[in-house]
């Protein structure tokens, strides 16, 4: 019997974009290289067969505005004699991305590896949604997800441990930003981990570690970057790593062969043909247009000593209708807001907080007054205590980066906005995402020029 040693993944499993990049690149260079050395004509007699989808790369999908794929990253076993084995293998990492193909947008939904849920096709078993694979893979996986969230993949895609790597050595590296160290050795699960901050280019083994790295080495300190809300937010920036090099001229110069590798570490249900779709529709999105976050919830040990991890059904559904879906409103009115008067008016904060709640916003509290620059307004009857002349909002990091857009509307006022995303603490717990709103003369006037005119009795007319 094996020892069955599993390791921790944490590979980023939509580097399908990456595949995109580089397919749609082969495509194009195809009509100008076909038998060059860099583009052997054996690969490209493959893409020109599809090239009836290249004119319409939609036709591979019929009838469809939008897709759904499940995307695996699957661990493995280790037996005693060093040997990698991949059944009973579980889904370490777990995304749902979702492609507008009428629109040419993309979001992914990262789905925690030990949520609690109903495992799909069994009578009564609740466990980590990753055990889903390693008894009934990727089917099964699609049914849990399909049970949990409300939504069907059309598709899935498995990578294994190599896929990262491979990619990413076949792209001659990638360069990214470390932002904190990193040191963690699992001989068993051969992995050795050895970041230290800085810009820097990684190489395949390199850019495993920075995706799959959870906490430091037994006995050392904890370092912001433990946990797996960090380790999902690394393999984000991993993904744009790699769609960024792989627009770079000399991964171009070599797309033939960086698509037969992502080909080779892969199992989908989608055939060679709808990916080098996918690659035709997708090959000039760029990294930050892709919408990306993770299920929100919190640890919790379940009877038997193990940890799990339940999900917010609220905010769970808010993030599916957001990024599944394509409803903002949800989330947007989940998100924490903190209201502040800037200015000397009275009672202006809770006036912004019941207009908030009315139009839907469950989360908003008065912050009292805001800090005021050191300004005057000149008035008939003197000057005026120091006001902040226009609203300003600080946006901390939500979801949605048009929120505070949408509350400046709501408000009736142009709002500046200000981004400062929060940075995680020393344990590596990132806060609330938050929208902070000092209330400016602006909103003063907006509010004066609303209220209903006063009769000669002294009552409202409104």
Not at 8 to 25: D, E, H, K, P
Not at 139 to 157: C, P, W
Not at 222 to 245: C, F, N, S
């Amino acid at each position: 019997m094996s020892k069955g040693k599993k390791i921790a993944l944490g590979l980023l499993t939509v580097f399908v974009f990456a595949l995109a990049v580089v397919g749609g690149w082969a495509y194009r260079t195809a009509s100008v290289a076909v038998g060059t050395k860099d583009h052997p004509a054996g690969f490209i007699e493959t893409i020109v067969k599809g090239h009836e989808v290249a004119v319409n790369p939609r036709e591979g999908f019929p009838g469809q505005d939008k897709i759904n794929i499940l995307c695996m990253g699957i661990d493995d076993n280790w037996t005693d004699r060093d040997i990698v084995y991949t059944r009973g293998a579980r889904t370490d990492t777990l995304f749902l991305l979702t492609l507008d193909l009428a629109n040419g947008r993309a979001s992914m939904l990262s789905i925690p590896r030990d949520t609690y849920c109903h495992i799909a096709g069994t009578r009564d078993r609740y466990f980590k949604i990753n055990e889903a694979y390693s008894t009934g893979g990727p089917l099964r996986s699609i049914a849990t997800v399909d049970e949990l969230l409300g939504v069907h993949a059309d598709h899935y895609l498995v990578l294994n441990i190599d896929a990262t790597k491979k990619m990413v050595d076949a792209l001659g590296g990638v360069d990214l930003n470390v932002e904190h160290e990193m040191h963690y050795h699992d001989k068993w699960g051969h992995l050795s981990i050895d970041l230290h901050p800085g810009f820097q280019h990684l190489d395949g083994d390199q850019a495993v570690g920075f995706a799959r790295y959870r906490h430091p080495d037994a006995g050392k300190r904890p370092t912001p970057e433990d946990g797996d809300e960090r380790r999902m937010y690394r393999q984000h920036v991993l993904l744009r790593a790699m769609i960024a090099k792989a627009k770079t001229f000399g991964a171009i110069s070599n797309s033939s062969s960086l698509f037969q590798t992502a080909m080779s570490t892969i199992r989908t249900d989608l055939t060679q043909t709808q990916l080098l779709d996918l690659a035709s529709l997708y090959h000039d999105i760029q990294p930050d247009a892709i919408r990306t976050a993770s299920l929100p919830g919190d640890d919790f040990r379940g009877p038997s000593g193990e940890w799990f991890y339940k999900l917010y059904p609220a905010e769970m559904r808010a993030y599916v209708d957001w990024l599944v879906r394509d409803d903002p409103a949800p989330i947007e009115h989940l998100t924490p807001i903190i209201v502040k008067n800037g200015t000397s008016a009275p009672g202006l904060a809770q006036d912004a907080v019941r207009l908030l709640k009315a139009q839907g916003y469950t989360d908003v509290h008065n912050g009292g007054n805001a800090p005021r620059p050191k300004v005057q307004l000149a008035a008939a009857t003197g000057p005026q205590k120091p006001t902040l002349l226009h609203t300003v909002i600080l946006d901390t990091g939500v979801p949605d980066p048009q929120t505070p857009a949408a509350v400046a509307q709501e408000l009736g006022v142009s709002a500046t906005v200000a981004r400062h995303p929060l940075k995680p603490n020393k344990v590596g717990w990132t806060p609330p995402a938050a929208v902070t709103i000092s209330l400016g003369q602006d909103y003063a006037n907006a509010v004066k020029a609303a209220a209903p005119p006063i009769t000669a009795d002294g009552t409202s007319n409104g």
